[in-house]
């Protein structure tokens, strides 16, 4: 039937019958008058003529046409929507256009599929898991430390930020507020980043949030190595670590082999002993100078040396009194044997002598070699003792024992001039000095070895490496390694290859708890973009039947003033609270559950997915009862200052109240957009109400003057 409106009057004219005529005819012929206006009347009556004829403009409008018309305006209109439809028909042809002008889109389908199965559905796009060769997104990060200048520099937090001097700019990933060795910093990490940030500049968003950059602590960019070490390469990696506990790692980009020094023996000599010589290296003008130590010695010889010290006894008088000392001028303690010694004694008893081993120098240990040196410099070596005696070595050309040795400087490779860092810590300070360690290669000792003069292999026992030392600068800007955001591209990741069938970049597949068959049909002719492929999956859903569960009672009985606040996850419960302040139950999972109070302030009871739930209150201030997804629950309350039932998408719920000062019930189904009445379905269709709200005005369950809160 149609709906009955304002403008009916229009469509009545039996109304009007009695004044189209004069007032004396209204006095001389009533009964002809009340003839035609009864006349009019059954004229009037549905379908006929009348009524058809002032109709004319109710019947093209479909919130005013007959019941018989809307199925001429839904073959019209909407001839691929099935006539089972769960929604108003009148709604859905008036708003048809809107639905049309959004196939294809998500919202479309869901839409289709709440009129047809009052359901929600699911996409799945499988072009989402296709492996792709270089899908992965490669970022790399810039770092930048610094102290607040202005605003609140939490709010930099996904902005675009420049720097004051420098002009670079960058959008900020994140955030935050460290310390770093007691020093307290503002650190952001900034993406996308153009230009190079520089050392206490302002870096803003703009917007009054800015910091000031600052490298009293942090990364290290740059080193200046003063000490480059030797036997490095470049391309080795190095660690950098700190005095303060920084760590960085590098890349050896340049070496030299002018400014440090090994040694090579070129004469071995005799006459050495390996603790008693001194080994001089001069010249050269090194910053640190190189040093060596001999190892072993070849050629080994027994020698006797005089311990004793008798050149304070030169001014003694031999023969005048029974020993050496008893005359004459002596400036010093010497030992008993000498002291008791006279002219008839012999050297070997006066004197006290100790066995050396000496000989050749075979080979000799490179401590260090030193960094800075401008030329090679000169070695000597001299055992004092054995030159002292003056021994000749019987070589040709003679030389002296303790003191004919040759051995001569040459430059070392691998002194590393330059580092490129590629990653670094926080942990640097600045005025540190960095050890660097070379990771590449071996530091186990090595002995290189040469002939010398006579045709006798002589060696240097040396380090495989040695480490180098360097000053670093610290900067505010730290640009981090490299990384992936995700594992798209790896081929250990999780995505498929693509067969041009289900994974394929024109797939999807709807989820929903209806058959393929239900849907597939209309879904393709109303909605199905050409081009693409459908898949559905079924979405099982299971009722666990609970009705033969045994389960356990609880009881709680307090005293007055007493607080009960528990949790107990039991198919039933119950609680009880005789003159107490506070009862509270909060449970989830339950059954059946009930509240009892007794000249109570508060009993609350809350609860989330149960069947059945009642709370009872006798002489009580306040009595609530909240629930989700209850299927029934109920309040009684008497006498009672407030008694309230709040429940969302309920089946059914009852208040029960005597005495009672306000009695409330109210059912939510959709999410708040503030009180007021629905004046349009565009009000509906166009805003942000929840799916269940637009549900129930399709049903009919709402209408347009309901009010939604």
């Given at each position: 039937m149609a709906i009955i409106g304002a403008n009916e009057i229009y469509r009545k004219l039996s109304s009007q019958i009695e004044s189209q005529f004069s007032g004396f005819l209204r006095d001389d012929a009533p009964k002809f008058i009340a003839f035609l206006k009864a006349y009019f009347e059954y004229m009037e009556q549905s379908k006929d003529a009348i009524d058809a004829s002032r109709g004319l403009f109710d019947y093209q409008d479909i919130d005013r046409t007959l019941d018989e018309f809307v199925e001429y305006f839904q073959r019209e209109f909407m001839p691929s929507i099935p006539r089972n439809v769960l929604v108003d028909k009148r709604l859905l042809a008036k708003y048809i256009r809107q639905f049309y002008r959004a196939r294809g889109s998500q919202e479309s389908y869901r839409f289709l599929f709440r009129i047809l199965f009052n359901t929600e559905i699911d996409f799945y796009y499988p072009g989402d898991d296709i492996l792709r060769a270089s899908d992965g997104r490669w970022v790399r990060e810039t770092v930048l430390r610094g102290t607040r200048l202005a605003g609140n520099?939490?709010?930099?937090?996904?902005?675009?930020?420049?720097?004051?001097?420098?002009?670079?700019?960058?959008?900020?990933?994140e955030v935050l507020r460290i310390t770093v060795l007691g020093v307290q910093l503002i650190q952001v990490r900034i993406e996308q980043v153009t230009g190079t940030f520089t050392d206490f500049e302002t870096i803003t968003d703009g917007l009054g949030n800015s910091i000031v950059t600052s490298n009293l602590v942090g990364g290290i960019t740059t080193l200046n190595v003063f000490d480059g070490g030797a036997f490095h390469r470049t391309g080795d990696t190095v660690n950098i670590t700190g005095d303060s506990g920084g760590v960085a790692n590098g890349i050896v980009t340049s070496t030299t082999d002018e400014t440090a020094m090994t040694f090579r023996i070129v004469k071995g000599g005799s006459g050495y002993r390996i603790s008693n010589s001194t080994i001089s290296i001069t010249g050269g003008n090194p910053t640190k100078p190189a040093q060596f130590k001999i190892l072993n010695l070849s050629n080994t010889q027994n020698v006797n040396i005089n311990q004793n010290v008798i050149n304070p006894m030169r001014n003694v008088v031999l023969n005048t009194g029974s020993t050496f000392v008893s005359l004459g001028s002596n400036t010093s303690v010497i030992r008993a044997a000498l002291a008791a010694a006279n002219i008839t004694s012999t050297?070997?008893?006066?004197?006290?002598?100790?066995?050396?081993?000496?000989?050749?120098?075979?080979?000799?240990?490179?401590?260090?070699?030193?960094?800075?040196?401008?030329?090679?410099?000169?070695?000597?070596?001299?055992?004092l003792d054995i030159a002292a005696g003056v021994v000749a070595d019987g070589f040709s050309p003679a030389g002296i024992k303790g003191q004919n040795a040759v051995?001569?400087?040459?430059?070392?490779?691998?002194?590393?001039?330059?580092?490129?860092?590629?990653?670094?810590?926080?942990?640097?300070?600045?005025?540190?000095?960095?050890?660097?360690?070379?990771?590449?290669?071996?530091?186990?000792?090595?002995?290189?070895?040469?002939?010398?003069?006579?045709?006798?292999?002589?060696?240097?026992?040396?380090?495989?490496?040695?480490?180098?030392?360097?000053?670093?600068?610290?900067?505010?800007?730290?640009?981090?390694?490299?990384?992936?955001?995700?594992?798209k591209g790896f081929l250990s990741s999780d995505k498929k290859l693509q067969d041009n069938y289900y994974y394929q970049e024109f797939s999807y597949v709807i989820r929903v708890s209806q058959l393929v068959s239900d849907y597939k049909n209309v879904v393709k002719s109303l909605l199905h973009p050409s081009g693409t492929i459908m898949f559905g999956n079924y979405n099982i859903e299971s009722t666990l039947d609970v009705s033969n569960l045994e389960v356990?009672?609880?009881?709680?009985?307090?005293?007055?003033?007493?607080?009960?606040?528990?949790?107990?996850?039991?198919?039933?419960?119950?609680?009880?609270l005789t003159d107490s302040v506070t009862g509270k139950n909060s449970t989830t999972g339950a059954l059946t559950e009930t509240i009892t109070t007794s000249d109570s302030i508060g009993a609350t009871h809350a609860s989330i997915m149960?069947?059945?739930?009642?709370v009872t209150i006798t002489d009580s201030v306040v009595g609530v009862s909240s629930a989700v997804a209850a299927i029934s629950e109920s309040v009684t309350a008497a006498e009672v200052v407030v008694g309230a039932l709040s429940t969302t998408a309920g089946i059914s719920e009852t208040i029960t109240t005597s005495d009672s000062v306000v009695g409330v019930s109210g059912a939510v189904a959709a999410i708040s957009e503030g009180s007021g009445l629905i004046s349009s379905w565009a009000d509906v269709v166009i805003s942000s109400y929840a799916a269940v709200v637009i549900q129930d005005f399709i049903a009919g369950v709402l209408s347009l003057d309901d009010t939604v809160v």
């Open positions: 520099p939490d709010l930099l937090n996904g902005r675009q930020v420049t720097g004051s001097s420098s002009g670079a700019r960058g959008r900020v990933q050297i070997t008893s006066a004197l006290t002598f100790a066995t050396h081993a000496t000989g050749t120098i075979n080979t000799i240990s490179l401590l260090t070699t030193g960094y800075g040196y401008t030329s090679k410099p000169t070695v000597t070596v001299l055992d051995i001569v400087s040459n430059t070392v490779s691998g002194t590393i001039t330059g580092i490129s860092i590629f990653n670094t810590n926080d942990s640097f300070v600045r005025n540190d000095v960095s050890t660097i360690t070379n990771t590449s290669r071996s530091a186990a000792n090595t002995t290189d070895t040469s002939l010398d003069t006579k045709g006798l292999t002589r060696g240097v026992r040396r380090k495989g490496l040695y480490s180098a030392n360097a000053n670093f600068t610290i900067a505010s800007s730290i640009n981090l390694a490299g990384r992936y955001l995700d594992t356990d009672t609880t009881s709680v009985t307090t005293g007055s003033e007493a607080t009960i606040d528990f949790t107990i996850a039991l198919a039933a419960e119950t609680v009880t149960y069947v059945n739930e009642a």
